[in-house]
């Protein structure tokens, strides 16, 4: 299979639409909050044009097979934290390939490319993170399988 790996432009835009809503799609599969609200596709286009494609502070790289797009990640760049010594680093959102093509190593050279991203920042990013939605045993092992260690867990609480 090849599979070529590149940065998003503009007019990937609503192609991408199919990939974003598996993505949420599988993560309502774990909590149904992340079900769309009725303008989420046009709400998410403009934040895709508006803040991710050219942006200094994030990025999206697209694996594109036989003229289709099969894969997705977002990269970002955050700042340093104000009090702690959490410095600057790449947090990785959005991360998504096709049914069909998963397990033939789509979602690791998305990973490498965000990482590669990360690392030619003029920023000096020592690290990244991702967060895997509890429940997704899948998820959380393949990114333990590419090097991420888990390093906290978010609890919440419902508020009455």
């Known amino acids: 299979m090849d599979v070529e790996i590149r940065r ?11 990939l974003w809503h598996g993505f949420t ?16 596709d046009d709400r998410w286009l403009q934040y895709f044009e508006n803040q991710l494609v050219d942006s200094k502070y994030g990025a999206v790289f697209i694996a594109v097979a036989d003229d289709d797009i ?6 970002r760049l ?9 410095s600057d680093h790449g947090y990785i959102n959005g991360h998504y390939v ?7 190593g789509v979602g690791d050279a998305l990973v490498e490319a965000a990482v590669d991203w990360f690392a030619e ?3 000096d990013i020592s ?3 991702v967060d895997v939605i509890e429940g997704d045993d899948q998820g959380r092992k393949a990114y333990e399988r590419m090097g991420f260690s888990p390093v906290e867990h978010v609890y919440e609480r419902q508020v009455e």
């Open 8 to 18: 998003a432009t503009t007019e990937d835009g609503p192609a991408l639409l199919d």
């Open 70 to 75: 099969v894969g997705v990640i977002e990269a």
């Open 127 to 129: 690290f990244c993170r």
């Open 78 to 86: 955050t700042g340093d934290h104000p009090i702690f010594r959490l």
């Open 121 to 123: 920042s003029d920023r």
């Open 25 to 40: 799609e599988h993560l309502s599969e774990y909590d149904e909050r992340y079900q769309h609200k009725e303008d989420a």
């Open 98 to 104: 096709a049914e069909s093509y998963r397990d033939e």
